[in-house]
């Protein structure tokens, strides 16, 4: 990816307020600090790269969001080839995205690793909902499916979280633990 | 009229909060008589919360250099990292979307750069891109509310405030600075109590439109209402009706020339 293109005055303007929630979205489905950033980089060259080609009357924050994703699958892709080297719950603390802040952190892990063990259609889902706030049209549009389909995963979604939530509690009260 | 069977796409929509109101507390009604269903909303809702919890503070990170599009090489230059005609370019351009889903780009229109005018579009723009913003709109917050004026009235090199409106129902949620090719802006967000917003928007006006009359403005559907008093100029728009935002306009306006 080269560094060099350069973004417009109006892209920029438009853009900028956005990358701090493309940040916490590529974090999420990454869960490595660097590895998101370095995404959201590589989203923005192809988001400058393409800016003419955007369709003006639909939403920006779905199109950049569809580059995001679609950049972020191939890296999980390429992750599953090489046999990325450590189930996610093992992944050194210092690299992951949650800053271990006061008692909170330990839940906040926890909601992390079991929203890690979601198939990722589902994950992608609950995050660009819950998370990053888009309509449930966005959410198709950046899925690239139908929104009956986004229905239909966020409820799948959210029933399973809530099924491994319960099985955490039941498993080691009063604290959920994950990490066999 | 809004007793028609709960569909499940129903249930996530209102964990979602985004079911019109009629139909929300149609809803709700029926949770109230199964609390198995209500215990799963709530466990929903629970997780979703979780989930913004321990993602949220990554917006509070710096942005790393190398993701700030305002410091890249080449970048257009003056003020900070903004071009001139590009950014009024695409002020011009911005719209509101009707509905909760946000905002949209229209083509691209040659229009006036000076005066009220382009301060109409500048405000409307910034209501655009940061009113609809559930999660940050606003950089300080109201809680801070001495150190958010201080912090604009020095970057606008002018004594600036967050005026009261707590007469129009408005309640102070924050503020933010905004770059413009006229210079540093400030954006104060207010919000009524069914979490509706408004915008103050305010800068420095150049000496030739340093005073303007109060000028009602339609940015591509977005209302508001313009004017300048001695040097700084001034927008108030929202989704809000007309009247209630001119009513708002004379009370920031009274305000200032109090002060």
């Known amino acids: ?180 | 009229m809004n007793d028609a069977p709960v569909t499940e796409a129903e249930i996530q929509a209102h964990v979602d909060g985004r079911l019109p109101s009629g139909r929300a507390a149609a809803v709700e009604a029926w949770l109230a008589k199964y609390p198995d269903e209500a215990s799963r909303v709530a466990s929903y809702r629970a997780q979703r919360d979780a989930l913004r919890a321990a993602l949220d503070p990554v917006l509070d990170e710096p942005l790393p250099l190398a993701l700030d599009l305002r410091l890249r090489e080449g970048a257009p230059t003056g003020r900070p990292g903004f071009g001139r005609s590009a950014l009024a370019a695409s002020i011009a351009g911005l719209l509101l979307a009707g509905g909760g889903a946000g905002w949209t780009l229209r083509g691209l229109d040659a229009q006036a750069t000076t005066g009220t005018a382009a301060l109409a579009r500048e405000a409307a723009a910034s209501y655009a891109i940061y009113a609809d913003d559930r999660t940050r709109p606003v950089e300080i917050g109201a809680d801070q509310r001495r150190t958010l004026d201080a912090w604009l009235s020095r970057r606008l090199s002018r004594p600036i405030a967050a005026p009261d409106l707590d007469a129009a129902g408005l309640r102070l949620i924050g503020g933010r600075l905004l770059p413009t090719e006229h210079g540093p802006a400030a954006l104060y967000l207010y919000q009524n109590a069914a979490g509706e917003r408004t915008a103050l928007y305010l800068r420095i006006m150049k000496s030739d439109d340093a005073t303007d009359r109060m000028t009602r403005r339609d940015e591509d559907g977005l209302r508001g209402w313009t004017w300048a008093d001695d040097g700084l100029g001034f927008g108030v728009f929202g989704a809000a009706s007309d009247d209630f935002l001119h009513s708002a306009a004379d009370m920031v306006r009274a305000r200032y020339r109090q002060s």
């Open chain 1, 1 to 180: 990816m080269t560094p060099s293109m350069q973004p417009s005055g109006e892209m920029i303007t438009l853009v900028q307020p956005l990358i701090p929630a493309l940040r916490r979205y590529a974090r999420a489905l990454l869960r490595d600090r660097d590895e998101a950033d370095d995404l959201v980089q590589d989203a923005l060259e192809r988001a400058i790269a393409n800016w003419r080609q955007r369709r003006r009357a639909s939403s920006l924050r779905a199109w950049l969001f569809t580059i995001l994703h679609n950049l972020a699958m191939d890296r999980l892709r390429r992750r599953a080839r090489r046999g990325y080297p450590a189930p996610i719950e093992d992944v050194p603390e210092a690299r992951l995205a949650i800053p271990p802040t006061q008692e909170t952190a330990a839940a906040q892990r926890n909601i992390m690793a079991l929203v890690a063990r979601l198939p990722e259609e589902q994950r992608s889902v609950l995050l660009l909902i819950g998370v990053e706030e888009l309509s449930y049209a966005e959410a198709a549009r950046v899925l690239d499916v139908p929104q009956g389909t986004i229905m239909s995963r966020l409820s799948r979604a959210r029933e399973r979280l809530r099924r491994l939530m319960e099985e955490g509690e039941a498993a080691s009260p009063p604290s959920l633990r994950i990490v066999p």
